[in-house]
């Protein structure tokens, strides 16, 4: 796929491409589209989305940075829980969701043969076209005796054994927002065009089961006050059942920024936590320049704790990033990395990953096990398990 990024009118030529089949969309809906039907077009509509056309995205001239861009330590720090799986698997494959630029792949693969750990091979479910391209081009120039290990699908693969890996791909999934009423009502949140853009518009909800998960949080004790907005995660139970029925045996590992249930829908936060990215600003409206901007909700935990457990799976740990690292040795990697000779900016990647201010308490980690021992201790969940934190529903015994 030709590179366009940088080509601010074809840009612009196709934002409106996509802002006129969300208005068409809009119109077949009497008017006004779900806003998590909003969301999927406007990151996944083929080759007009977010990820599905041509804007760059990640680094420097993109729109954010994710770990893996940080520091080369992440993916090298990350291979050390993948290792043990695969040592407890006695071999496997390691399938990564939503690869963005191909770098943590190379990191990890670099990482695991550090730890000396046979990999069969390494997959990639990247449902963007332009990314698929990106990551043979980065994998090819970073690590070209790579490359053969690694193989694009498009569907998740049946029976799978070894680890299921996404970082920063549950919060790309599309969210469905609700408000209370002044009554104590449950609304949708719609999107409805204006002449010039969109607008939100509260009305009675249409999609299924978001009025009784709403109740649901509210026997919990959340969400009660009239005028309460925030986002719920109705698609992570469908997605999870997809990720569990794929898995044989092994570990789905997932680490995004977010909080349990309790902070999530916490009274202090009742506009949502909805939030979009377009050339390193960070803001909250989601109907500016359709296509060319991120759009993303942080992660119930406690919602995609439940989702796992319902799909079957077990529980094997929660717990912040920097914990996670620091469990699987970062301190450890980044010794060797400075012995060696790196960079001393190495130093800088680091702290963003562990600091609390950085991504060290905003980021959490969860993994679901399946056909593995539950009395095994994890690497990255072995300094501070917080699966306590997830409340109702956690700590089942599954998988
Ligand atoms: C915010 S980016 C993160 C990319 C990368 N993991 C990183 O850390 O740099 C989200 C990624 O998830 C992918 N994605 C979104 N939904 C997905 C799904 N259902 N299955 C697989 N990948 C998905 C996107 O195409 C994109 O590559």
Redesign the pocket.
Known sequence: MTDKTGDASFALAQSRRLDALLRREAETQGGQLPFDRFMELA??APELGY??GGAR??GPEGD?I????LSPLFGRTLARQCAQVLEVLAGGEIL??????G??AVDLLEGLRAEAQLLERYLI????PE?RDRQRSRIAQRAPHLLEKVHWLDRLPPRFRGLIL????V???PVHRFCIGEGGEVLEVFARPLPESWEDVLDQPISPGLEESVRALQAQGFVREPGYCSEIHLRFAP?MRALSESLAQGMILL?DYGYPRAAYYHPSRSQGTLLCHARHQAHENPYLYPGLQ?I?AQVDFSALADAGQSAGLYLAGFTTQAHFLLGCGLDENLGEALAAGADPNVLLGAKQLLLPTGMGERFQVIAFTRGLDPALTWRGFGLRDLRGRLGQGANRQMG
């Open positions: 990151l996944y990820y599905t995205k990640f954010f994710t770990a893996p861009l990564e969701l939503g690869a963005g630029t770098d943590l479910l990247e449902i963007s990314l996404g970082n920063e791909v919060d790309a999934l997605w680490i991120d993303s």
